[in-house]
């Protein structure tokens, strides 16, 4: 009831009288009271006025269950959230819930990690109050030679969030980190179980920098959050139900010809390794190429010195800007 | 000390003195006689001669930690072995011992399965006493394209463990199920968990139909039994033994290499669709082809009626016998 009044709440420009949200919940006036009471605790600015009812004036930066599906608008990606204050990794979450047989498109999202991972079991520093930590679980029957897509649908989904709920531009590092004047403001771990031709589930973990105002040593100079970009604070929630709704329309568009033909335009849009020169750095060799864009299956178009075209596979190469990290 | 025990006893085709046995392990007299009558207890047939020492003069179908323990000539393939009497599914097992980091070629063995898992989540029958039901977690620093290959890997393993044992000769379906006669004895289901280009663990499941006289009715035209071939028992924990001893020698060798090169004519030499006429079924087209035998990447080879040659991928097509399944 928590979620659904604080939605109503949230999409009425007028007040709500406390006889209709009796009447709609089935439930008495202190009941109501009590939900207003709590959620003041929580930060939101309710005013009550006699003979009018209640109005939401303003929302604070808060993460909670109630507050994350109070925004939710999506069909399925998110629907049904799981809301840790703190947990080990959002995606050691979702693939335990994978395993046994939890929604397609359950969203797992922490304020904090004891345990995040970034990529080949690196640590991910995930301090509380200031940063995005979800994961959503996938079931696509689909290849898993096909899964490293879904990857970068995501990168597309949190750039486009990110500039429906701040109005930001950022861009894509092929693959798929989501970066701002070069430095890095969000990293993707996507993990999956397989056989050897079919998924049981796949997990795409997001960390988003949001509101921190400084980073460790060893990543200031690498490293940016949507605050510092833009000189104020993110609300996370709304992000975190706008990137649901770029992804689930993103995944919707993948579906239909299970490759990137429908949304390849707009992740080499936002792609800032594009018509860039970069470094090919495949294990051993090291080369200097041009990017033309990715292809319908998510691989990098470079073209050599010489002319050639060439097909970059994420993960066997890594690509950086002739000077320095894009 | 029970297993070691074991092994000494299986070890020599002599007496063993008792005071020997309490000199090696620093125990009492009374403690050997302890262990002694628990391996009775347990079926094993020891003899006790006063002024000799202890002789086993046979072993039954013992499926136990210490027996499993006792006969494993590895270095690391099951080298650590966990044993249940009924487990869910040993995968299940695996995979969240993975999860944990567990060591790497830790083998899970259960006498009965519970939630026994086919592939795509299909169920595997598991009824206790009579089948091999097991599970190896390995830690491959590999790309997750060459994982497959490992499903061939025990494939040779199984069907070289099974000769080992039993002096019988079985053939491998590609790419991994073992078969006599046209009929299925053993089942391999692989399951990993990776990021895009990275796997953090695999864990290949191996079940074999061993001292079975009967089947459910849906598959006794499809399945048959190492006993129903062979006319007599079985030891599970030997072929367990001996397929690790297979295995990590299959292994090592893959190693070497990273692909299948080293192991390609061995695995032709069992492989019943060599040189044999095959359909080919691929999603939403089937047609006839010569079998060739496997490349050095564990793909099909086969010939077409025009002459052209052509690379099969395992899980995207199947092949079976122009007549019926090989």
């Avoid at 605790?41 to 109070?70: C, F, H, T, W």
Wanted: with cysteine; net charge negative; glycine share 8%.
């Amino acid at each position: 009831m928590k979620a659904e009044i604080l939605r109503l709440l949230k999409e009425s420009n007028n007040y709500i009288s406390g006889q209709q949200l009796c009447d709609d919940f089935h439930v008495s006036r202190t009941a109501v009271w009590k939900v207003m009471e709590q959620l003041k605790k929580e930060g939101y600015q309710i005013e009550a006025v006699r003979n009018k009812g209640y109005r939401l004036i303003d929302s604070p930066d808060v993460m909670s269950q109630a507050e994350i599906d109070s925004l939710m608008k999506t069909e399925w990606a998110g629907r049904h959230t799981v809301y840790y204050d703190e947990t080990d990794s959002t995606n050691n979450r979702a693939k335990d819930a994978g395993e046994k047989g939890a929604e397609h498109g359950t969203l797992f999202v922490a304020d904090r990690q004891i345990a995040g991972k970034g990529r080949r079991g690196r640590a991910w520093e995930s301090p509380a109050g200031s940063s995005i930590y979800m994961t959503i679980l996938l079931y696509p029957r689909l290849s898993p030679m096909k899964a490293p897509q879904l990857t970068l649908l995501m990168a597309i989904a949190v750039a486009e969030g990110i500039r429906q709920v701040t109005g930001l531009d950022t861009g894509i590092k092929w693959p798929n980190d989501i970066v701002r004047n070069g430095k890095k403001i969000c990293g993707i771990l996507t993990e999956m179980s397989t056989e050897i031709d079919y998924i049981n589930h796949v997990v795409i973990g997001v960390g988003i920098n949001v509101n921190q105002e400084t980073f460790p040593q060893d990543i200031q100079n690498t490293a940016t959050s949507l605050k510092l970009e833009m000189g104020q604070n993110v609300k996370r929630s709304e992000l975190i139900a706008a990137i649901m709704e770029q992804f689930e329309k993103c995944y919707e568009t993948f579906l239909q010809t299970e490759d990137l033909s429908g949304v390849k335009e707009q992740y080499n849009s936002l792609l800032v390794n594009k018509d860039q020169d970069v470094k090919v750095l495949e294990p051993g060799n090291e080369y200097e190429a041009h990017a033309l864009g990715i292809n319908e299956t998510g691989e990098l178009l470079v073209r050599l010195p010489d002319g050639q075209e060439k097909v970059i596979y994420a993960g066997e190469v890594s690509v950086r800007g002739v000077y320095g990290y894009v």
